[in-house]
T-cell receptor, first 114, second 114 residues
């Protein structure tokens, strides 16, 4: 059981480049989300989705786009990378929409923007 | 809006000593409460959660947390820690019926020394 799989694990970009962080889950979870983790800041919600075709913004959405064409996949796109987007990115999924079920996290993507 | 405060950013403790990691939250609506643990270079894993019922919840590895509604706290405790408990611990809340979006505290790094 793979759970939540994130690729790549590490990435270095130059300012202005674009890239897509991939996230896939094999648990048939409706809810998926992206967080960024910065030292001393905890995790902050970027975007989330409650099902295929439905996405919404979290606390820090600027500079990021998402789409949800299938239940399994929830990619995060950086349109024009900036040094402030250097962070560790985590994808998570959960069984329900009511908030009581635990979220399953991937191992993260460590992104550096030069 | 909800917010979570973890009162200690770092907690050093000797092996076999007791430990308490403090968490306070603020919310005008009912919330679910969680503790997640992050080992180095890994994603977050659920440690325990409070949804309703008994205010004392326990994990399989000896941690426990008590929900105190009057003090809006959800402190994490363990009577005797091991070296393997060294990790970062995050307290989080989600609003009931909120699509599962988590609000995290900034984390507490627990260092267990021999």
């Amino acid at each position: 059981n793979a759970g939540v799989t994130q690729t790549p694990k590490f990435q270095v970009l130059k300012t202005g480049q674009s890239m897509t962080l991939q996230c896939a889950q094999d648990m048939n979870h409706e809810y998926m989300s992206w967080y960024r983790q910065d030292p001393g800041m905890g995790l902050r919600l970027i975007h989330y989705s409650v099902g295929a075709g439905i996405t919404d913004q979290g606390e820090v959405p600027n500079g990021y786009n998402v789409s949800r064409s299938t239940t399994e996949d929830f990619p995060l796109r950086l349109l024009s990378a900036a040094p402030s987007q250097t962070s560790v990115y985590f994808c998570a999924s959960s069984l329900d929409r009511e908030g009581g079920q635990p979220q399953h996290f991937g191992d993260g993507t460590r992104l550096s923007i030069l | 809006a909800q917010s979570v405060t973890q009162l200690d950013s770092q907690v050093p403790v000797f092996e076999e000593a007791p430990v308490e990691l403090r968490c306070n939250y603020s919310s005008s609506v009912s919330v679910y409460l969680f503790w997640y643990v992050q080992y180095p270079n890994q994603g977050l894993q659920l440690l325990l959660k409070y949804l309703s019922g008994s205010t004392l919840v326990e994990s399989i590895n000896g941690f426990e947390a008590e929900f105190n509604k009057s003090q809006t706290s959800f402190h994490l405790r363990k009577p005797s820690v091991h070296i393997s408990d060294t990790a970062e611990y995050f307290c989080a809340v989600s609003k009931k019926g909120s699509q599962g979006n988590l609000i995290f505290g900034k984390g507490t790094k627990l260092s267990v020394k021999p």
